[in-house]
């Protein structure tokens, strides 16, 4: 029977696997496993050539006791591009649903690329509040959002989830952030992640505003946090704020995302923060 992850009650502890092999991978899960994690988020992309793959996906699925969320950031485990179309990078997704993984954390910028690494001004006439921001990742064109609905449709008609997933590369004030959410969940995804930026304390308290009223106001469970000089502490504090997901490591190493928390760290903070409310 195939895990859910979107299921899970928040905050969810999510373990960032980035590794070569399926047996490096079921290792790492194992120990995440055995510190508290409550889903692993495996980077397809970093594995082998050789092992991107159903076969191998299922070997790593299969000896997980945590759901299992497919990611296809095109980065290899040296963090180089991997020079694949969009069309290869959502097959890889597609054979991580295949081979049984609770489901796939969908990019924001899917089926349009361009969108990765600039806002798209033919559609800065739109009324929506988050245009006056130049967002990355958020697409706008009607085409490709349907394209991306239709993707969302097929991965729950195979039983599988979708996390959608913006880094916006930019700051956004509470007004904004809500109404990007409401934009995005119309494509129907079980998880809305945003990664937006903060630059000042101000910034940064404005995040914690924006969870809350996020909580309050959007149905869909929503992850944000930020980026920036003042980005940190949100990855702390919004999820006891109403975040749905914290990114996680179990130690770092050359491949790894030094802005990613401590699991066991953010495990105690968040324990504790428990007890004391």
């Known amino acids: 029977m195939r895990k859910s992850f979107a299921a899970n009650k928040a905050p969810v502890l999510a373990a960032v696997i980035r590794e070569r092999t399926p047996r490096e991978a079921i290792a790492q899960i194992k120990n995440y496993t055995l510190h508290g994690a409550h889903g692993a988020d495996l980077h397809l992309s ?41 069309e290869e990078r959502v097959e890889l997704l597609l054979m991580s649903i295949e081979a049984g993984a609770a489901g796939i954390d969908m990019q924001g910028y899917t089926f349009d690329r361009p969108s990765h690494d600039a806002f798209n001004e033919d559609f800065a006439h739109l009324d929506y509040s988050f ?16 394209k991306q609905s239709d993707l969302i449709e097929r991965i729950h008609f195979k039983g599988g989830e979708v996390l959608l997933s913006n880094h916006l590369h930019t700051v956004m004030n509470t007004e904004m952030l809500v109404d990007l959410c409401h934009f995005l969940e119309r494509r129907n995804p079980d998880i809305i992640k945003i990664v937006a930026n903060s630059e000042t304390d101000e910034d940064m308290i404005e995040s914690f505003k924006a969870m809350v009223t996020i909580k309050r106001e959007v149905k869909t469970p929503v992850t944000l946090f930020c980026n920036g000089k003042t980005g940190a502490a949100t990855r702390v504090i919004n999820p006891m704020l109403g975040g749905y997901m914290v990114f996680t490591t179990d130690g770092y190493g050359a491949s790894s995302n030094f802005t990613q928390l401590d699991l066991q760290t953010i495990k105690q903070v968040l324990d504790g923060f428990n007890k004391l409310v």
């Open 131 to 146: 245009i006056k921001a130049r967002p990355k990742e958020v697409v706008l064109d009607p085409k490709i959002i349907d």
């Open 46 to 86: 970093c594995l082998d050539k050789e092992y991107r793959n159903v076969e191998s996906i299922k070997e790593i699925v299969a000896q997980s006791k945590l759901p299992i969320l497919g990611l296809n950031y095109n980065q290899n485990l040296d963090w180089s591009v991997t020079e694949t179309s969009e």
